[in-house]
């Protein structure tokens, strides 16, 4: 099974698009993405093969998620939600736990920002929501970007519920943080807290950003009329 999903995406690859995604994950050495390779499938494309496949065991989604091309990772991902989705639609506990500790075992094989976005907060932020989450606090004090990144978008699914506890705590620890992917995803998350309650949101802002990265307070001001962005943008 796992050879046809990979010929499919193969026969999908183009390679014009794989050398651009080469350049927009930034694959080059030094780079967050080095090393990374692609067919060239479209993400659409990739949507349908998930779907079509979505049926295959976690053994099979787990060898697609340590695959060395980017497309192959991304199937496997939108089948683990797949699966999460079914198994919370039928109150299946084991099966979440074991799709959510099966993401976490495998944190290195979800190694570049789209998807990090995609799935974090669909498996772990899902599953913890009703559970103790302390491990979005060890997951964000790690030294690794990637389980920093999945310990702040993890959150979007509290926020969804607005519950943004855990979006302001994690974005304290991560505040300070220098790399550019970390304080996107920091003011993406403060945006979103925004769009459901300004004044927590303002809350955070008057208490930070005299200090905090610009990237992370332009993001997280992007919403706001251009009386207020001035204000915030001033230091």
Request: proline letters at 1%.
């Amino acid at each position: 099974m796992i050879s046809k999903i990979i010929s499919e995406l193969e026969s999908l690859g183009s390679s014009e698009r794989a050398i651009h995604s080469l350049r927009f994950f930034k694959t080059a050495p030094g780079q967050y993405g080095h090393g990374d390779i692609f067919y060239g499938a479209s993400v659409p494309e990739t949507r349908i093969i998930a779907k079509k496949y979505k049926n295959i065991g976690l053994n099979d989604v787990l060898k697609l998620l340590k695959n060395k091309y980017h497309e192959c990772r991304l199937v496997a991902l939108m089948i683990l939600i797949e699966k999460y989705n079914c198994a919370d639609k039928e109150k299946d506990y084991a099966t979440k736990k074991i799709i959510y500790e099966m993401y976490l075992d495998n944190t290195k094989y979800i190694n570049n920002w789209d998807l990090v976005d995609l799935s974090a907060h669909k498996i772990v932020g899902a599953y913890l929501y009703d559970k103790n989450r302390e491990i979005l606090y060890a997951l964000a004090k790690s030294n690794d970007l990637w389980k920093k990144r999945i310990s702040i978008i993890s959150t979007y699914y509290f926020i969804y519920r607005k519950d943004f506890n855990d979006t302001i705590k994690i974005s304290e620890i991560l505040l300070n943080d220098n790399h550019d992917l970390l304080q996107k995803a920091v003011g993406w998350m403060l945006r979103e807290v925004g769009k459901r309650d300004q004044n927590i949101e303002e809350k955070f802002l008057n208490k930070y950003y005299k200090v905090m990265p610009r990237t992370t307070l332009r993001y997280a001001i992007e919403r706001f009329d251009d009386n207020k962005k001035k204000y915030y943008m001033k230091k």
